[in-house]
């Protein structure tokens, strides 16, 4: 009988490297408090939260730290 859990575990940072990865020059389209749009691509939300991760490790906060 074939299982139909997953092989890991189910995470944010799991699915922007996933979109990432297969659907870099996708965007992502979200409306500002002001009305405007803000566009950009799920490379660009993997490559921004990447950045953020490392400054918060920086700043000491670590992997078991809620935030």
């Known amino acids: 009988m074939l299982v139909l859990m997953q092989d890991r575990p189910l995470l944010i940072s799991s699915l922007v490297e996933f ?31 990447r950045q953020l991760t490392k400054s918060l490790e920086k700043l000491g906060v670590a992997q078991s730290d809620r935030i």
């Open 19 to 49: 979109a990432a990865l297969h659907h870099n020059d996708e965007e992502i389209v979200s409306r500002t408090v002001e009305g405007l749009f803000h566009r950009y691509t799920y490379m660009d939300c993997a490559t921004r939260s």
